[in-house]
Structures are given as structure tokens and as C-alpha cells.
């Protein structure tokens, strides 16, 4: 549980740094830039523990597949909410077979 919280706040803070500064197009790109990387740094800050937590409960790809289940979550409140762009159907189509290939990956064959 400790990894899905971590990598959960991870994609918080990468959310906001890859996406935040789209609200504010008219600031100068360098300091868009900056203000990113300090974001991402954060990011990173949860993200490398999350992966060495989960890493041996969960293998590589395990991992992978974990962390963009939680990115398109995450991604679909921001936009709501931050954003304020709708959530269409063929994004949650789109997202839903995203989803199927969770199956693919932790179905022990």
C-alpha cells in the first residue's frame, strides 16, 4: 500500500508539472521551465521510493502499469477540476482499454 500512495502523491506533483503551466500561457517558457523542474523534482522525491518499495512485490512492469493507472486518475480530476475540460466518452473508452491491459499484465499465465 505504501508504493500505490507514494507513486499516488508522485503523480500529483507530476501532474502539476507537466500540465499546470497551461493555465498560464502567457508566462515566459524559461520560467515555465523552472518552475517544472522544481515540480518534477518533488515528483521524483516520491517516485524513486515508490519503485524501490514495490520492486520485488512487484515486478518492472507491474510497477509501469500501476503507475499509468494512477496517471490517468489523477490526469482525469485535474482536468475537471484544474483544467475545466470535460471528461468525453472516448477518453474514458480510450482509457478503459488502458485499463484492460492490467489484466494482461497481473494475470499469472
Known amino acids: 500500500m505504501k508504493t500505490i500512495i507514494l507513486l499516488t502523491v508522485s503523480n500529483v506533483f507530476m501532474t502539476f508539472a507537466w500540465y499546470g503551466h497551461l493555465k498560464y500561457r ?3 517558457l524559461f520560467k515555465v521551465i523552472l518552475i517544472s523542474w522544481f515540480i518534477a523534482f518533488v515528483e521524483y522525491c516520491f517516485q524513486v521510493p515508490a519503485n524501490r518499495i514495490g520492486y520485488g512485490q512487484y515486478t518492472g512492469a507491474q510497477l509501469k502499469t ?3 493507472v ?6 482525469c480530476v485535474f482536468s475537471i477540476f484544474y483544467l475545466k475540460e470535460d471528461l468525453r466518452w472516448n477518453y474514458i473508452v480510450g482509457f478503459f482499454f488502458i485499463l484492460a491491459a ?3 499484465v497481473f494475470k499469472k499465465w
Open 66 to 68: 500501476i503507475q499509468e
Open 102 to 104: 492490467v489484466f494482461f
Open 70 to 75: 494512477i496517471t490517468l486518475v489523477v490526469f
Open 26 to 28: 502567457g508566462s515566459p
